[in-house]
């Protein structure tokens, strides 16, 4: 009988060589710093590609010869897009690279800063609600309520940085685009394509909801609960790409349309199907290295600025 005792005790008692699993505690300010960083640092490295996806959606589809091999035809875009960016340096400079990237960040740092802080504090407190338990459905509503906020705080600057990449030369700085657009066009021109903007939700959400998903089931193989290796930041980069690659592309850049359904109808007229999908080449290449490099920056900034504590039972 004492052996059993002393059996149960050991079990109880935690081995100081043992890793003990903690959780991150994560302050309400720090998810929009994090978030502001995040944004940041994607929209610098991918900029090129973004000015390239938003041109090639605004001339239309290239479309590939019939009678080219099924595979010749699938990699042609991506072989043509190294082609494009160097036709643009030659004739714009290293400066056609990060048109409008000036008021992109302007919007996608404090974009990404409202999104993450909202996420991350909505989630907190909708699990609240959910007897303290995070599920996807928690996952879920927390990303549509951020990507609601976020779209409606900052689409007028996304109209002034698209405006300035489609239109070069002709507006001094963001500011003058600005005012030109509240000119010509009045207060509600800054809100042009909102509609399509709120369709782009769902986007987000299934990202956050697939990029949950992933991570929680990579850090229960960890016996910290958490990443500290470089393999494990490895795992979250990967996690972030796979979520975005099954997301689909937004139809940003179309400017001259006037609503959702009109765009829908002139978009299948001119372009057919392929039309839809103007663009997505270069949405792949931008934006699932842009999300990746986004939440690992995030995780990153979480990781080394929060604290920890231990992970309840």
């Known amino acids: 009988m004492t052996a059993a005792v002393t059996q149960q005790a050991a079990t109880r008692t935690p081995n100081k060589h043992m890793p003990v699993a903690v959780e991150r505690h994560v302050e309400p300010w720090l998810h929009f710093v994090a978030g502001g960083v995040g944004g940041m640092a994607g929209a610098i490295i991918t900029s090129p590609l973004d000015v390239l996806r938003t041109r090639q959606q605004l001339s239309g589809v290239r479309r590939s010869a019939d009678n080219q ?89 996304w109209m002034v940085k698209t405006r300035m990449q489609l239109q070069p030369g002709q507006y001094k700085n963001s500011l003058e685009c600005f005012l030109g657009i509240v000119r010509n066009e009045g207060w509600l021109g800054l809100y042009k394509g909102t509609s399509a903007a709120y369709l782009g939700v769902s986007e987000s959400a299934i990202q956050w909801v697939v990029y949950e998903q992933i991570k929680k089931t990579l850090n229960d193989r960890k016996p910290n609960g958490g990443a500290k290796t470089l393999y494990d930041w490895f795992e979250y980069f990967g996690a972030a790409a796979s979520a975005k690659l099954g997301c689909p592309p937004d139809a940003q850049g ?60």
């Open 69 to 157: 091999p099924v595979l010749r035809r699938l990699a042609q875009p991506f072989m043509q897009t190294g082609q494009v960016l160097k036709q643009l340096y030659v004739r714009e400079g290293i400066k056609g690279w990060f048109a409008g990237l000036g008021p992109a960040l302007a919007g996608i740092i404090p974009a990404r800063a409202i999104q993450f802080f909202a996420y991350g504090n909505g989630k907190r407190i909708l699990a609240q609600y959910n007897n303290g338990k995070e599920t996807a459905l928690v996952h879920l509503a927390a990303a549509c309520i951020a990507g609601v906020a976020t779209t409606t705080a900052t689409n007028p600057i």
């Open 254 to 313: 179309k400017v001259k349309y006037t609503g959702l359904v009109n765009s829908a109808r002139i978009i299948f007229a001119e372009e057919g199907m392929r039309g839809f999908y103007g663009g997505l080449t270069t949405h792949l290449l931008r934006t699932v290295p842009n999300a990746a490099i986004m939440f690992l920056s995030y995780e990153l900034v979480v990781h080394y600025f929060g604290s920890t504590r231990p992970r309840k039972a």
